[in-house]
C-alpha cells in the first residue's frame, strides 16, 4: 500500500448524499476475478452516456476537465451505501483517488479505503458543503494525515481517524503482515478458547 | 463525528454490559493502538463475486488459509437462477468467478455449497440453514448484507476482501470496537404487516445513515414474537441504516430453530453451548449510545417510493412533497429521485402500474416467505403484462417449496420459478429488468439501476410484491380477498 501523508490539489464535488457503491462501481462492471482494470467502469451509470458505450456524459464531473487528474473526492452524507464490494474502493484508487471527504461514510466502505491506502476524512456537513463549494470555483483541498487538518482558502479544519486506520495509511502498512507477527497470541487464544467453545472450532 | 467506532474502549463506564459488547470481549485476542483491538473470528463464509479474488490474491502472497474448517461457500451472486444452469453464465465473464472461486476452495480444503449441491443458496439463507451461525459467534462475509445472521445471537457483518484476506490468513480482524444503539419495538404487528415492513419503517424514520456504525440490537416485544426468518428480515435491513451490525438476542425460538443443523454442536456439546447461550443478553443495566423506540401496533404495510430505503410511505400514502420531509433529504437528491421514479409529488402509491414482481434475495425468500406470498396468489393469476419471478433463497428451500406444492402455486399464477441465488436483486451483467421498468420487489435496495438500467425498484413486503403482480399495479395485500 502506497504511504499517504499529505495531498493538496483539485478536488472534485459530488454534492449527493448516500451515494452507493453500485452508483460507484455497478455490478456489471466487475468483470474480473482481479482487483484491477476497475477505473474504467467508475461511476460508469453516471460518467458514460450509455450503459453499452464509453462516450462520456459532459455533464457529469468526472467529464469536465477542470477536474482531470483530481485525488480528493467531495461528497454528502452516508457516502458508500450499500454492496460491500471492495472494488468501488479500487476504481476510485486505480482513478487516482487518495482521499474521499464526506459529512459520513458507509462503515464497510470506510474499512474497505483504509485498506486501500484512502484515508476516509468525515466532516461535518456545513465544511463539505463550503470545500464543495470552493472545489466548483476551483479552489484546491489539502488534506494532512499528521496534522488530521483540511484546508481550503482561508479554512481549516479538523478532523479524526482511528489511530490504528491513521498508521496503516501514514505508513502504507499490509495488515496482514501486522497481524501474522500475533500469530502466537492467535494460535494461544484459540487453543483456550477451543476448550470454553469447543462447538466453534469444526474439524 | 464519523468514528461511531472510534469511541468504544472509552464506554466502560458505569453499567452493565451490552450483548455485542459481550460478545467482543469474549473474542478480543489483543488490545491494538487506539480503541482498536485484535478480535477472533470465529466463521468466515465467502461467495464466487469476491471468494475467488480473495483466495488468489492469498495465494499470489504466498499465505496460508489457517482453519478451513471454520470457513464455508456458495454460490449466489453471479450463478444463474435459470432452470437447467451450468458454469456458462449469462453474465458474459461470469465463468471465470465460478471456477475461481470452486479452484481456490478445493485448494484450500474449503466447504464449498457448489451448483447442484442440494445445500446451495444465498449465503445468509444457507448459513442459518446448515446451522453454521451460532449464538455467541463472530461470523463475517464479503457482503453487505451479512448482519442478517444477527438474529441468532451473532456479531456477524459484512467485510471487504481485503479483510476477508485477513481472516484467511488470521482468523482475526483488526478493528476499532463499534459503539451500541438500542431499537426497542413494542407492541405486536397487525396481520398481513411483516418484519420487512417494521424493518422499511423503522429506516424510513431513521434515515438511511440512522445507525451510522453503530451495532443495532434489536429488542422488545415485538421482536421476541418473530419467527426466525423474521428476525432474519428485520437484521438483514440494518445494512441500509449504515449499521455495523444487528444483533437480537438468543432465546427459545433460536434454539429450536438451531437444534439438529448440519454444524450445530450435538449432545453433550449441545448442552454445554446452551448453558453459554443461555447467558447471551444485554445486562439490565446495559449502557447504549443511542436508544430508539417503536411501537409495532401502529404499522401498515411499507413501500419505497425513492431511490434510497429511506425513502418510505404507507401503503396507503402518497410521494412526499419536498417540505413535508424537514429537511432530511436535499432539494436537488429529492428532485433527482422523483425524477428517476418518474412520479410526482402527491401521487399515491397505491395503483401506480408495474411491469414487474420479485420475490426473492437474502431479505425475503425463505420457506416462511414463500408460503404467505403463495396464500395470497394462491387460485389467481398475475396481471397481464407484468412479469412476476419467483427465486427460492436456497436449493433447500425450493426442494421445502417443491414438497409442499407451493411451486404449482407460483407457477399456475403466471410466476417464473427459479433455482436458488441472488439473482435479480442486483444486475451483475446477466439478467436485469428493462429501461424504466416499475418493479415491486422484495429485496433491500432501490439504489438506481440496482435491478437493471434505469430500472425503478419500490421495496416491500412478499406479500405486497404478491399482491401487486396480481393487482397490475402497487396493491395493499390486506385488500386482497379470499380465494375464489
Known sequence: ?203 | MDDAAAAGKDRAGPGGRTLAGAIWDAHVVAALSGESDLLAIDRLLLHERTGGVALQNLDEAGRKVLAPAQIFATMDHIVDTLPGRSDRTIMPTGTAFLTAMRDGARRHGITLFDLHDPRQGIVHVISPEQGIVLPGVTLVCPDSHTCTQGAFGALAWGIGSTEAEHVLATMTLRLARPLDMRITIDGALAPGVTAKDLALHIIGRLGSGGAKGHVIEFAGAAVRALDMEARMTLCNMATELAAFGAVIAPDDTTFAYLKGRAYAPTGNLWDAAMEQWRALRSDADAVFAIEHGFDASDLVPAISWGTSPQHVVPIDGAVPDFLALDGRMGRADYDRAIAYMDLRPGTALAGLPIDAAFIGSCTNSRMSDLRRAAAIIAGRRVAAGVRAICVPGSTQVKAQAEAEGIDRIFIDAGFEWREAGCSMCFFAGGESFGPRQRVVSSTNRNFESRQGPSTRTHLASPETVAASALAGCIADPRHVGAAA
Not at chain 1, 493538496?8 to 460507484?24: F, K
Not at chain 1, 462520456?56 to 485525488?71: E, M, S, T, V
Not at chain 1, 456537513?125 to 496534522?147: C, F, K, N, Y
Not at chain 1, 481517524?161 to 484459540?190: H, N, P, V, W, Y
Request: glycine share 8%.
Open chain 1, 1 to 203: 500500500m502506497i504511504p499517504l501523508i499529505a495531498i493538496e490539489g483539485i478536488a472534485v464535488p459530488l454534492p449527493r448524499d448516500n451515494v452507493d457503491t453500485d452508483a460507484i462501481i455497478p455490478s456489471r462492471e466487475m468483470k474480473t476475478v482481479s482487483k484491477s482494470g476497475l477505473a474504467e467502469g467508475l461511476f460508469a451509470g453516471w460518467r458514460y452516456l450509455s450503459m453499452n458505450s464509453r462516450d462520456p456524459d459532459p455533464a457529469f464531473i468526472l467529464n469536465d476537465p477542470r477536474f482531470a487528474g483530481a485525488q480528493i473526492l467531495i461528497s454528502g452524507a452516508n457516502f458508500g451505501c450499500g454492496s460491500s464490494r471492495e472494488h468501488a474502493v479500487w476504481a476510485l484508487a486505480e482513478y487516482g483517488f487518495r482521499v474521499v471527504v464526506a459529512s459520513s461514510f458507509s462503515p464497510i466502505f470506510r474499512a474497505n479505503c483504509i485498506r486501500n491506502g484512502i484515508a476516509p476524512v468525515a466532516l461535518p456537513e456545513e465544511v463539505t458543503a463550503i470545500l464543495m463549494a470552493g472545489a466548483t470555483a476551483g479552489q484546491p483541498v489539502a488534506v494532512d494525515l499528521r496534522s488530521m487538518m483540511v484546508r481550503q482558502g482561508e479554512g481549516a479544519w479538523p478532523f479524526t481517524l482511528d489511530e490504528e486506520a491513521r498508521a496503516m495509511l501514514i505508513e502504507g502498512l499490509d495488515t496482514i503482515q501486522l497481524t501474522l507477527k500475533s500469530s502466537d497470541d492467535i494460535a494461544l487464544f484459540r487453543a483456550r478458547d477451543a476448550v470454553r467453545r469447543p462447538w466453534v472450532y469444526l474439524r
